[in-house]
Structure formats: C-alpha cells, structure tokens
C-alpha cells in the first residue's frame, strides 16, 4: 500500500500541505514515509509493527485530509 500511496498525487499535496515535505513528488513522498516510519525501506513496514502503526496513522491523517 505504500508504494501505491507515495505515487498517489493528492497524497503528495498532503505531505506538502502538511509541511512534512517540500516537493511534490513520488521520491519527496517515498522518504517521507520512510521517516515517519523510522525504516530504511517501504519492505520492513511489513516486519515491524511500530511502523504499521506509523504508517496507519499517517494514512488515516491523508484520509481525513482527502475527506475534509
């Protein structure tokens, strides 16, 4: 779901509406999910569950974003 996300245009006017990035892009989006996942790669949010933890609540904020 992540890769899919970090390629999501909407989701990278979050990030840049959010001042978690500066750029809108799929790299600018991918490094930030990276860094609030506290993981090196996008394949070791499926091995620790503080980053799916991270990641979920991140999605949950660009869902409220979207809808709101």
């Not at 909407?10 to 930030?32: H, M, P, W």
């Amino acid at each position: 779901r992540a890769a899919i996300l970090a390629k999501d245009e909407k989701f990278q006017e979050f990030l840049v509406e959010s001042d978690i990035t500066f750029e809108r892009s799929q790299n600018a989006a991918e490094q930030a999910i990276r860094d609030i996942c506290g993981v090196r790669s996008r394949a070791e949010l499926n091995a620790s569950p503080e980053a799916r933890t991270a990641f979920t609540d991140l999605f949950n904020q660009y869902q409220e974003w979207k809808d709101g």
